[in-house]
Nanobody, 127 residues
Framework: QVQLVESGGGLVQAGGSLRLSCAAS????????LGWFRQAPEKERECVAAISWSGGSTYYAQPVKGRFTISRDNAKNLVYLQMNSLKPEDTALYYC????????????????????WGQGTQVTVSS
């Protein structure tokens, strides 16, 4: 069974850091675009970062630029989201998502472009 499983969420004070991990299992994801999305209560799901399957091309949403870093380890089928200088407005349920892509420089930032999702991990940032 193909699945994505997130981990690393938790409660942190503003200014702190967390590293989220997403483990892919059931198949290799070395040709998949991987993205991190978040959804806060009563808000739409938004992409915070995405990475091409080669790892050479990345996308960051403006609110997280300079604070979050996405990376991947294709040999281990893992994708990470390093989150620094966290703010209360970063509080949300964070999801990883995957979709196959033929071009190693491609990334996607819309939820509808992904076809595989994890269950999410909660990140709460206290002020």
């Amino acid at each position: 069974q193909v699945q994505l499983v997130e981990s690393g969420g938790g409660l942190v004070q503003a200014g702190g850091s967390l590293r989220l991990s997403c483990a892919a299992s059931g198949r290799t994801f070395s040709r998949h675009v991987l993205g991190w999305f978040r959804q806060a209560p009563e808000k739409e799901r938004e992409c915070v970062a995405a990475i091409s399957w080669s790892g050479g091309s990345t996308y960051y949403a403006q609110p997280v630029k300079g604070r979050f870093t996405i990376s991947r380890d294709n040999a281990k089928n893992l994708v990470y989201l390093q989150m620094n200088s966290l703010k209360p407005e970063d509080t949300a349920l964070y999801y990883c998502a995957a979709v196959i892509a033929g071009d190693g420089s491609t990334w996607y930032r819309n939820a509808y472009e992904y076809d595989l999702w994890g269950q999410g991990t909660q990140v709460t940032v206290s002020s």
